[in-house]
T-cell receptor
Framework: EAGVVQSPRYKIIEKKQPVAFWCNPI?????LYWYRQNLGQGPELLIR????????DSQLPKDRFSAERLKGVDSTLKIQPAELGDSAVYLC???????????FGQGTRLTVV | GQSLEQPSEVTAVEGAIVQINCTYQ??????LSWYQQHDGGAPTFLSY????GLEETGRFSSFLSRSDSYGYLLLQELQMKDSASYFC???????????FGKGTRLSVIA
């Protein structure tokens, strides 16, 4: 069974440019998370989806970040415009109902220059 | 608010035993998880404690004391491949996302 798939693995963009990250969760997992991980820190939640509904997005900087999970499967996280401080690893994770374990993708390492 | 404290770095010798502690202050508590992350890799699940006591999975064990808001991860028979970052994470309720600590970087030396 395939794990959580994210693309791209690496992205370098200039500040003020837009960027998008894509995530394909494990088949059958209703819950999808986007986390941001800064160097030397733990992952911090940006948004959580239950199927196609965003149920926890209080940590998402809505002035520049947006996310969607159409059809309750794949998800896209977008930043527009990107700032230097957005440089981080963006991790996608998924889990099934009642499961304590979350499965993470390899992440997208974003560098804003 | 939620806060988790764990040591930032630990160094141990190959073949030895190491314990990584985690204390937490959260608005609710459903369970404590541990994740391992190698440089450039994805966090991977190691163990979960929902109740007080010790959970053992091979060379790894995890302990929880809910009354002390404290847990630890115990790694035995350390191998070089165990060099990684280890994160404790709390789920405040059964229906809320994991809140992670800042991680402990474990270096295993020969």
């Amino acid at each position: 069974e395939a794990g959580v798939v994210q693309s791209p693995r690496y992205k370098i963009i200039e500040k003020k440019q837009p960027v998008a990250f894509w995530c394909n969760p494990i088949s059958g997992h209703n819950t999808l998370y986007w986390y941001r991980q800064n160097l030397g820190q733990g992952p911090e939640l940006l948004i959580r989806y239950e199927n196609e509904e965003a149920v926890d997005d209080s940590q998402l900087p809505k002035d520049r970040f947006s996310a969607e999970r159409l059809k309750g499967v794949d998800s896209t996280l977008k930043i527009q415009p990107a700032e230097l401080g957005d440089s981080a690893v963006y991790l996608c994770a998924s889990s099934s109902p009642g499961e304590t374990e979350a499965f993470f993708g390899q992440g997208t390492r974003l560098t804003v220059v | 608010g939620q806060s988790l404290e764990q040591p930032s770095e630990v160094t141990a010798v190959e073949g030895a035993i190491v314990q990584i502690n985690c204390t937490y202050q959260t608005s609710g508590f459903y369970g404590l998880s541990w994740y391992q992350q190698h440089d450039g890799g994805a966090p991977t699940f190691l163990s979960y404690n929902g109740l007080d006591g010790l959970e053992e999975t091979g060379r790894f064990s995890s302990f929880l004391s809910r009354s002390d808001s404290y847990g630890y991860l115990l790694l035995q028979e350390l191998q070089m491949k165990d060099s990684a970052s280890y994160f404790c994470a709390v789920r405040p309720t059964g229906n809320t996302p994991l809140v992670f600590g800042k991680g402990t970087r474990l270096s295993v030396i020969a």
